[in-house]
């Protein structure tokens, strides 16, 4: 069973950084490229970043604006999703993923003083 748990979601405070972490199971996760996805409240999910099967390359929508770095590790089977210098943007669901093989349930970051 194909499964992805996102973690490390929270309150952040403005200015402040952040580390998503996702753990996949269920497939081998070295085959898949993966992505990040955010999605705020009324919107649509978005790609934020993607990363090769590898980890040698990767790819950001210009509407990140350089903001997002994401990584994986294939031994621990996670992808990860960093942030800094975090805007006031109110709440957003951060999901990971493969659009062929499914996502998680997403993990809830709120940048709020």
């Not at 499964?3 to 309150?11: A, I, K, N, R, T």
């Not at 992505?35 to 090769?52: C, D, F, H, M, S």
């Amino acid at each position: 069973q194909v499964q992805f748990v996102e973690s490390g979601g929270g309150l952040v405070q403005p200015g402040g950084s952040l580390t998503l972490s996702c753990v996949a199971s269920g497939f081998t996760f070295s085959d898949y490229a993966m992505n990040w996805y955010r999605q705020a409240p009324g919107k649509e999910r978005e790609l934020v970043a993607n990363i090769t099967r590898a980890g040698d390359n990767t790819i950001y929508p210009a509407s990140t604006h350089g903001r997002f770095t994401i990584s994986r590790d294939n031994v621990k089977n996670m992808a990860y999703l960093s942030r800094r210098n975090l805007k006031p943007e109110g709440t957003d669901v951060y999901y990971c993923g493969h659009p062929e093989i499914g996502r998680g349930r997403g993990t809830k970051v709120t940048v709020s003083s």
